[in-house]
Structure formats: C-alpha cells, structure tokens
C-alpha cells in the first residue's frame, strides 16, 4: 500500500483528473487502496482478530454523507465490481486483499467530482444493551486500541487512538458513578459517548434507548480527504 501509515486516517491524497460522462456526471478515479486505508494490514490479521471489530468505511462529500454517487472497482484485468453505497454513505462492500495489493482503482461517478472523503468507523463485534458495566466498555476500547496498532504494522507508534466509544440509536445516556450519582454522557456526532479517562468512575452506562452499535472514535472526526 502507497499510503504512508503515519498519516493513516487524515493524509489527503492525490488529486485525480475530472471527467465529463455523456450524463453530465462528474467521474474520480483513484487506487482502492488510497480509499480503503488500513484495510489490507486488517484483512491479514487473525480470524479472531477480525471477528472481535468491524472496519467500515463511509463516503462523505462536502461535509455530509454522499448521496446520487455510484462506485464501482475495476481490476488490472478489466474485471468490474460495482460498490453500492448505503443512504449512510457506507460502502456496503468493500474490496478484497487481492484487489488491494494488486492496485485495483475505484471510479467514483456523480454530479460533482469534489469534497470527497471517507471516514473509517470501528464497531465492536458485540451488540450493545441498554445498560453496560462502564468497566467491560473501556476494556474494549483497550482492545481496539491494541488491534489498530498492530494493523498499523510499523507505524503503530503513531497510529490514531481511540478514546471514546459512541452509542448510535442510544438517543441520550448517563454515566452512573460508583457512589450512585449519575452524569449525562457528552454527545459526539449525535450519540452519546463514553471516554474513559474522563468519567474514570463510572460503574454503569444506561441509555434511553437500545444502541444500534458500539463505535470507537478519536477526539474528533478523522477522514481520508481525496477531493
């Protein structure tokens, strides 16, 4: 992979030529790998590795999530793979080892060809519940923070750390500490989140409602910016 791993979440990548379709869209083209950063090292870790976090990736254009955008993979041989992408900006498949280290490039087809970005979202294996023992949360977290390190092979030093844990669907949480008070969780992007070194006394977390998913994040949004 070409990317250099220091940079991993947040280095911007090439600018790729604009074209013009007979429909007026706007085309991108550039390596899978420059999109899917990080995913090679994570497709060669362990089966039980893999099984503990989910790596998704998710389109953004100018801030939000892409929308009327059409992907598709095209092989060295010609061989295309079309990539739908979820209302979310989630890429619903993602490419293989092969196409990765084989430099397999991915076009990108729009209205507008700019503001392009993808955000990396880690999701823990486990289902959430409606309240968690704040102690098993954290040590996910410990947990990601290791898996991410290793995928990050010999830049692992300086790969990005997660700090909280997002809650989607949560609605609201709190905190309750272990002398019984309990402290509203903060928001981040929309969900309640828990970081660890700031509410290091929680016993419990409780939601108003049932999480979607547990999703590991830095202090703030990082991306791949490609346009």
Do not use: C
Not at 32 to 44: C, H, P, R
Not at 142 to 162: E, Q, Y
């Amino acid at each position: 992979m070409t990317v250099d791993r220091r940079f991993l979440f947040s280095m911007p990548l090439l600018a790729m030529p604009l074209a013009a379709t007979p429909a007026l869209a706007a085309q991108r083209e550039i390596e899978v790998a420059k999109v899917f950063v990080f995913l090679d090292n994570f497709l060669q870790m362990s089966a039980s590795e893999r099984a503990r976090l989910k790596v998704s990736f998710y389109l953004t254009q100018n801030g939000k999530p892409a929308q009327g955008v059409k992907a598709v993979i095209v092989d060295k041989d010609g061989t295309r793979t079309n990539v739908p992408i979820a209302s979310d900006g989630r890429f619903e498949r993602e490419p293989s080892l092969r196409q990765l280290t084989e430099k397999s490039r991915i076009i990108f087809e729009g209205q507008d060809a700019s503001g392009y970005s993808v955000r990396i979202g880690l999701v823990w294996a486990a289902r959430p519940t409606l309240e968690m023992d704040a102690k098993l949360v954290a040590a996910s977290l410990s947990d990601v923070n290791a898996i991410v390190k290793k995928a990050a092979g010999r830049f692992g030093m300086v790969a990005p750390k997660m700090v909280q844990v997002a809650f989607p669907g949560g609605g609201s949480g709190s905190a309750v500490m272990a002398d019984g008070r309990a402290l509203p969780l903060p928001q981040f992007n929309g969900s309640p989140a828990f970081n660890p070194s700031v509410m290091a006394a929680a016993a419990k977390l409780r939601f108003a409602r049932l999480p979607s998913r547990m999703e590991f994040a830095g202090p703030k949004h990082a991306g791949v910016v490609f346009g």
